[in-house]
Structures are given as structure tokens and as C-alpha cells.
């Protein structure tokens, strides 16, 4: 495989992978009742 | 129950505010965190959660009952409770778009002091932040 190839490889799989990782929870915010 | 939440899979940090009620948690970034078992784990520490409310990036999904769900990991989703917000990001379900979305996964129901934590949540939609 060429450096050229490689490289485009590389490039299109953090295209692929990268927004999946992002996907997540970001922030949990709660109300509660009855602490001391 | 600061300690209680911590140690929960996929929480990074709790902040507990005495003084309105209100617990913030951070999840890990690279963790996946249960808001059910927060519920639950708030419960078991001896107080209720009246409102939990989530900010999460995802893609929206078609859920086997005909209805629309977020998706936040490969095996984690939360089904849209139907409104006008929803409504707008239906047409992005099952393509690669992805949306942040500030929602409401848990009311307490009116009229009861400590109910049981509920088994399933969904998703009521407040603000959508991004689509992307």
C-alpha cells in the first residue's frame, strides 16, 4: 500500500469512527427532594 | 449520596448543591453511564429525584414500536416522548446526523413522596441544541 493510500485510509476512518466516539451523555443534571 | 452517585459506572464527578436540591453529574468521556441507575441509586440513598434532566449528542433511530429513540452508544438508546421538538428531528432518523439535545428523562409523578425508581425512561425533548 502506498504512503498516498494509506494516508486516505487513515483519513476516512476517522471520518467513520470519529462522530460515533462523540455520541454520549454529555451532562446529567437532577432535582431532589428529602436531603439533610 | 454524593458517594452513592460516584461510585456509579461512568461518572467522573458529582457536585451536590444543599441548598435548591440540585445534583449535577459528569460523566466520563469515554464511559457510558446509566441515568436509570442514578435513579436508582438516588433512591437507595434515601432521597428522590423529583426532575432528571440530560444533555446528550446522538442519532435519532426508529425504535421497533413505530416510534423514534436517541441513540447515545451502540447499546444504549432513549425512546422520544412525542412533541413538537421531536417532531422536528424525525426526518434525521436512520441517517448519519448527528443532534445535541437538552431533555427530560424523569418526573416524579404528582401526589407521591418516594416512589419507586421507574424501569424505563423516555426522552422528553426540551432544546435541541445541534444537529450536525
Known amino acids: 500500500m502506498s504512503v498516498r493510500n494509506f494516508a486516505l485510509f487513515v483519513l476516512l476512518g476517522s471520518v467513520m469512527i470519529g462522530p460515533a466516539v462523540e455520541a454520549r451523555v454529555k451532562h446529567i443534571e437532577m432535582r431532589v427532594e428529602g436531603m439533610t | ?132
Not at chain 2, 440513598?45 to 413505530?66: L, W
Not at chain 2, 418526573?107 to 441544541?129: D, R, W
Request: charged content about 25%.
Open chain 2, 1 to 132: 449520596m454524593k458517594q452513592h452517585l460516584g461510585r456509579q459506572a461512568g461518572v467522573q464527578k458529582v457536585e451536590v448543591n444543599l441548598i435548591d436540591g440540585k445534583v449535577d453529574v459528569t460523566p466520563k468521556e469515554d464511559g457510558q453511564i446509566d441515568p436509570a441507575q442514578l435513579l436508582k441509586a438516588t433512591y437507595d440513598s434515601g432521597v428522590s429525584t423529583a426532575e432528571m434532566d440530560i444533555t446528550a449528542r446522538g442519532r435519532i433511530i426508529r425504535n421497533g414500536s413505530g416510534g423514534f429513540a436517541l441513540q447515545v452508544e451502540p447499546n444504549q438508546s432513549f425512546a422520544l416522548a412525542p412533541n413538537e421538538l421531536s417532531k422536528t428531528l424525525e426526518f434525521l432518523a436512520d441517517t448519519p446526523a448527528f443532534v445535541t439535545v437538552l431533555g427530560q428523562l424523569y418526573k416524579k409523578p404528582p401526589g407521591k413522596k418516594k416512589p419507586e425508581p421507574p424501569t424505563s425512561l423516555s426522552l422528553t425533548i426540551i432544546e435541541v441544541q445541534k444537529k450536525e
